[in-house]
């Protein structure tokens, strides 16, 4: 398995504001990904980051809302950019680990007032 | 986005007993994965499915990849208290990178 960090574990953020997201794997890994789980909700993936290219954003979610990094295989940012309470969601940061599974790290939980 | 069919949503069972949840899709899978999340953390995985018909245990945790590649199911025997949380199921399409998530069964205890 993987081990995974995020930071930070938690914000309170004010509207307009942007926050960014880091997420640490402990080993090189070719895919990570970013999914958004709202209170009580399912996961649901924001985008698909390689090392060297840019995001795949799934429908509903794009660049200038949700920018992302991914500067080498061991370390991805997201950004939630101006920010609104609708955002107030935990963000989770993934990682392909083989055969074909995912690790996830523990999330940040952010809070938009 | 697209989501499996998980049910039931939620159960509520006494320590000791044993659990069966399920998921369904239109659509098959080449993988089937299942998480556990409890409050506050991220999903950890539990079992992972690669083979139709395959059945997979881990502890007191049994899963089986349907045969029609379309389903999977999770049973928890003899549960305790820390099996507490919401279990998902997620499928992955041949060849794609991304999972598909099932909405979730939140699993309650009474000791």
């Known amino acids: 398995s993987a081990v995974i960090s995020q930071k930070p574990s938690r914000d309170i953020c004010q509207r307009g504001t942007s926050l960014t997201i880091q997420c640490q794997v402990d080993?090189?890994?070719?895919?990570m990904f970013w999914y958004r789980q709202q209170p009580g909700q399912s996961l649901t993936l924001i985008a698909t980051?390689?090392?060297?290219?840019?995001?795949?954003?799934e429908s509903g979610f794009v660049i200038d809302k949700f920018p992302i990094s991914r500067p080498n295989l061991t370390f991805s940012t997201l950004t939630v950019s101006n920010m609104s309470p609708e955002d107030s969601s935990i963000y989770l940061c993934?990682?392909?680990?083989?055969?074909?599974?995912?690790?996830f790290g523990p999330g940040t939980r952010l809070l938009v007032l | 986005g697209q989501q499996l069919n998980q049910s039931p949503q939620s159960m509520f069972i006494q320590e000791g007993e044993d659990v069966s949840m399920n998921c369904t899709s239109s659509?098959?899978?080449?993988?089937w994965l299942w998480y556990k999340q409890d409050p506050g953390e991220g999903p950890v995985l539990l079992i992972a499915?690669?083979?139709?018909?395959e059945l997979t245990s881990n502890g007191r945790l049994t899963a089986q990849f349907g045969i029609t590649r379309k389903d999977s199911f999770l049973n928890i025997s003899a549960s305790i208290p820390s099996d507490v949380g919401i279990y998902f199921c997620?499928?992955?399409?041949?060849?794609?990178?991304?999972?598909?998530f099932g909405q979730g069964t939140r699993l309650t205890i009474n000791p």
């Open positions: 993934s990682a392909d680990r083989g055969p074909e599974t995912q690790y």
């Open positions: 080993s090189q890994v070719t895919m």
């Open positions: 980051a390689n090392q060297g290219s840019e995001a795949t954003y």
């Open positions: 659509s098959i899978f080449n993988t």
């Open positions: 499915l690669y083979k139709a018909g």
């Open positions: 997620a499928g992955r399409y041949q060849g794609a990178q991304k999972l598909v």
